[in-house]
């Protein structure tokens, strides 16, 4: 028990071959079942890695090759991926801020592939082409199992980040896939069980863009003025460091106590943009395509521009839209993207616009922070606040400008017609059981189960049901305690893995939600692909989803990421 170093290439047997079986010999599960421990050690002598996994997390898991890279598959794109951690000096005066990122080198493939962002945590943009075979190699340099997802992309259920895959320090995972979705703005972060809130919040997400030649066309803004902007609430304390749950700094963070207790999830004290605290857009007079991801823990925007002038929506998390739509505001949960066109052109040079957070209800659920155990929050969901101060600071460079297209790109979207359960959607009630904390139908998490409602045919369109109403099966206590079942419902951004769907219906249940409802009712943007829906307590969200190409296990669940870690997750199964 001597050697304490952190050894950094434990190699066992892979575990999964390409087709996501199990290969013979040192499985996983066979570590499992022979202990891990003796195993791991037996065969691999490795104890710095396990050690490591173990007393920092209790829960260590033998590292190695996870999954090994296939000889036949040619990539045009490949890529070492990291997590790790780092110090950054997010604050101008004050010790640096201990951060966990994702750092990427470009193997092979065209050098825009990769764009590395200074001075913030957040990964580097990944950007592939529809097309393109991606091999990522992984590796995981964090002191605990991790596991990396791709939000949004359509990969076989191996290649999908699953938390039955996660892994210890030093091991590698090697994922190749092909990119098979339309051009959007995707992402990618981590997806362990019960640590997926604390490793996206230190700092472990990017994203993850998509083009394609039917985009190209439309000549939409480019380069400079296609700007990603990523929304995360957090709090640093007195010594700059990162705060999560109710304890301070790494200590609550690592010591889990502040999550268990926390059934609002977690909210900062403080919008963050790009993982900058200070972040400030500085634009030209000149159209933008803004892209905006909801990449916070469990907080809700209701976006708007700070003067009241409508935002103009050309995509959601699957795409561009059919054709570009106005709203007054939009709503956005977590995990949810939409992109924006924002015209700069008619501000003179000095020009200041703010993108703002407008207040709402329902956001706390109607008990109200105390009761949810969310603590004291100086910035509760549904507060106001500004998100973004723009600058318009010089002028256009000559040569054309893009003009907004009257049409953009039309996806094929599933329909509710085409549905084998066109009568009868299947239903997933979302609720609070006590003990438990929040359910889909009664139920949490289970790394590999799987129940007979949770499975479908591979090549059919299903209608599906995300019921935050309280009835049969939701609410609290499933529903027993009638009104008081309801009014423990909060909003829950359900997301679903593997696919892009169509959210087909929204309605209000509940009259005493009637009010909140109200409050959010206009910002949904349902015209295109989703792969979040967020469902507002006392209602009801209908979606029409189509499941094609891959057999397996996949994931659905609540992108409140404590809500996730909690259990509030589930697997389907597609069976052929
Ligand atoms: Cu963005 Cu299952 O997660
Ligand atoms: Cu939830």
Redesign the pocket.
């Known amino acids: 028990m001597a050697n304490l170093t952190n050894e950094k290439t434990v190699r066992i047997q892979p575990k999964v071959d390409g087709d996501g079986n199990a290969t013979p010999g040192l499985t996983r599960r066979a570590l499992l079942r022979y202990g891990v421990m003796g195993a791991a050690l037996a065969a691999t002598g490795g104890l710095g890695a396990l050690l490591q996994g173990c007393t920092l997390q209790g829960q260590g898991r033998a590292a190695g090759v996870v999954r090994a890279l296939q000889e036949t598959f040619q990539p045009d794109v490949e890529l070492l991926l990291r997590a790790r951690p780092d110090r950054l000096q997010l604050r101008p005066a004050g010790p640096p801020t201990r951060v966990w990122r994702y750092e990427a080198e470009l193997l092979q493939g065209p050098s825009d592939a990769l764009e590395a962002l200074p001075d913030t945590y957040l990964g580097p943009i990944l950007r592939l082409r529809r097309g393109q075979r991606v091999r990522v190699r992984f590796q995981n340099e964090i002191p605990e199992e991790t596991i990396v997802?791709w939000?949004g992309l359509h990969v076989p259920a191996v290649m999908d980040?699953h938390p039955r895959f996660a892994f210890g320090p030093g091991g590698e995972f090697v994922y190749e896939f092909e990119v098979l979705d339309r051009a959007g703005t995707y992402?990618f972060?981590p997806?362990p069980h019960r640590r997926?809130g604390p490793q996206v919040y230190m700092g472990l997400a990017g994203l993850l863009l998509v083009s394609d030649p039917q985009e190209e066309a439309l000549g939409l803004p480019s380069g400079e003025f296609d700007v990603p902007l990523v929304l995360q609430d957090r709090t640093l304390d007195a010594g700059n460091q990162l705060v999560y749950g109710h304890g301070p700094g790494m200590g609550g963070m690592m010591g889990g106590g502040g999550m268990m207790g926390n059934m609002q999830g977690f909210l900062g004290e403080e919008i963050w943009v790009n993982g900058r605290p200070d972040f400030e857009l500085r634009v030209a007079r000149h159209p933008y395509r803004l892209r905006v991801l909801n990449g916070s823990n469990s907080r809700i925007y209701k976006l708007a521009w700070g003067d009241g002038r409508p935002l103009t929506v050309i995509g959601t998390d699957g795409g561009l839209l059919p054709a570009p739509v106005s709203r007054p505001y939009v709503v956005l949960g977590p995990?949810e993207r939409v992109e924006l066109w924002a015209d700069f052109r008619d501000d003179p040079v000095g020009t200041e616009r703010e993108l703002v957070s407008l207040p709402f209800e329902g956001g706390m659920g109607m008990m109200g922070g105390g009761m949810m155990g969310g603590g004291p929050t100086t910035l509760p969901n549904g507060a106001f606040f500004r998100v973004l101060r723009v600058v318009v600071e010089r002028e256009a460079p000559p040569g054309p400008m893009p003009e907004l297209p009257l049409s953009l790109s039309a996806p094929e979207r599933p329909s509710p017609g085409e549905a084998v359960n066109a009568g009868a959607p299947r239903r997933f009630a979302l609720g609070m059981t006590p003990m438990l904390g929040w359910t889909i139908n009664g139920r949490l998490f289970e790394m590999e189960g799987v129940a007979p409602d949770e499975v479908v045919r591979l090549g059919t369109t299903e209608l599906w049901e995300f019921d935050n109403a309280g009835g049969p099966g939701g609410g609290m206590m499933g529903g027993r305690m009638g009104q008081m079942g309801s009014m423990m419902a909060m909003p829950h951004p359900m997301?679903v893995?593997g696919l892009q769907f169509a959210v087909v219906g929204r309605e209000l249940v509940d009259p005493a939600w009637g009010a909140a409802w109200e409050s959010v009712r206009q910002g949904f943007v349902d015209e295109g692909l989703k792969d979040?829906v967020l469902v507002m307590p006392g209602t009801r969200a209908r979606l029409a989803l189509r499941f094609e190409d891959f057999e397996g296990l996949f994931?659905y669940?609540c992108?409140n990421l404590e809500h996730?870690d909690m259990g509030m997750?589930r697997n389907y199964l597609v069976r052929a």
Do not use: A, F, Q, R
């Open positions: 997802h939000h980040g992402w972060h997806h997926t995990g997301h893995h979040t994931l669940h992108h996730e997750m």
